[in-house]
């Protein structure tokens, strides 16, 4: 390979490096163990606080594929991306989180698609990998989407509720981005907690015309219950999906195919949002009395979202959706709160079990 190919590789791996010394070490190998090797990582360290920055700059120092850049204060996860960006020289790039690891042929399964049909996004399955609070690996769950090679937005922007549905559209990491693209539409990642990414990807998916999907599970999806975002408190937890709703709401509307079926998968999802707040109200770092959560209930209620979309919304394989769905449709909120309660506890005390039955919806 000579110095020009490696100043332009096919592929930018971008990785945001922060609090990550234990796993980042995985991560970089399993790239560096790729059957296909036209490829950089460009690490941003973040100004961590640990040993990330380090490990990455020795392999940085045994590989010249690599790169790593070095904030001088603490910026985020979003700002670390968009820095990656602009180094990047890669055709495509890919946003790969630092505590999960792909299996070595990913790269190579990408670069086929593309040969056989070149396209602005190539997106694939991962696997759910749920580790306990002592960091042993409980179960798996695998989410694999069908195969398609969409060469129109006609075709495709149909399956996106489909994607959204299977929690595959909102991920970065989980999709191939045609760098050329993101640098003509200038697009940044947004300092936006917890929808980060699917405000970058309706962006992104708005007005493109060429989709790979492909029927795989290469990346595999760290979820810890010591550290993972999601078990985190987050005070606008519910304020931001609802942006999310709205933002999927407002995208299909744009295409033009905000169908009565579209409009009763986003009233599911919507759903589920509202159902998982009441179960995150009762949190005492909400800060919440009784009287409060009964009034955000209300609240919820009059919104013209959930009119327009919960009269709509179906659950065909949840209990506890079907359950929360005749509860809202009625407008009860005492009920409401009460199985808000419900899920509160069995989350506390039975975390994995709460961890199954969400990851099997």
């Known amino acids: 390979m000579d110095k020009a190919e490696k100043r ?8 945001p490096a922060y609090g990550v010394e234990k796993y980042i070490d995985r991560a970089i190998s399993s790239i560096r163990k790729q059957t296909f090797e036209d490829w950089e990582i460009i690490v941003v360290d973040d100004c961590t606080k640990d040993r990330s920055g380090e490990i990455a700059e020795r392999y940085a120092a045994e590989d010249s594929r690599i790169r790593v850049l070095h904030h001088e204060k603490n910026q985020g996860l979003s700002p670390a991306r968009n820095t990656g960006t602009r180094a990047a020289s890669g055709k495509y790039i890919w946003y790969m989180d630092p505590d999960d690891y792909v299996d070595a042929d990913l790269l190579e399964q990408v670069y086929h698609s593309i040969e056989r049909s070149p396209a602005q996004v190539v997106l694939f399955g991962h ?6 609070k002592k960091g042993r690996l409980t179960y798996t769950h ?11 937005a006609e075709e495709f922007r149909p399956h996106i509720i489909e994607l959204e549905q299977e929690t595959l559209y909102g991920y970065a990491w989980n999709k ?5 693209y993101i640098r003509e539409l200038k697009l940044d990642f947004e300092r936006i907690r917890l929808i980060e990414d699917i405000t970058f990807n309706v962006k992104y998916f708005m007005d493109i015309e060429s989709l790979n999907i492909l029927p795989i599970t290469p990346y595999h999806y760290g979820k810890r219950m010591e550290a993972n975002l999601t078990n985190k408190f987050v005070p606008d ?11 999927l709401f407002d995208q299909f509307s744009y295409w033009g195919i905000c169908t009565e079926e579209i409009r009763s998968v986003l009233g599911s999802l919507y759903a589920r949002y509202i159902l998982s707040a009441l179960e995150r109200n009762c949190d005492k770092r909400s800060e919440m009395t009784h009287a409060q959560r009964y009034k955000w209930c209300r609240s919820v209620f009059a919104d013209g979202l959930f009119n327009e979309l919960i009269p709509v919304a179906r659950a065909k394989e949840s209990l506890s ?7 809202f449709r009625w407008k009860r909120a005492i009920l409401c709160l009460i199985m808000g309660r419900g899920i509160y506890v069995i989350r506390k005390f039975l975390p994995m079990v709460y961890s199954k039955i969400k990851s099997g919806r």
């Not at 989407?145 to 969409?150: A, R, S």
């Not at 937890?237 to 933002?247: A, P």
């Not at 959706?321 to 509860?327: K, M």
């Open 237 to 247: 937890y519910f304020v931001l999906h609802k942006q999310r709703i709205d933002m």
């Open 8 to 15: 332009n590789p096919f592929f930018t791996v971008v990785m």
């Open 127 to 132: 696997v759910e990998e749920y580790y306990d």
């Open 142 to 152: 695998s989410i694999c989407p069908k195969e398609h090679y969409f060469k129109s």
């Open 176 to 180: 191939f981005y045609l760098l050329d």
């Open 321 to 327: 959706l079907r359950i929360a769905l005749v509860l």
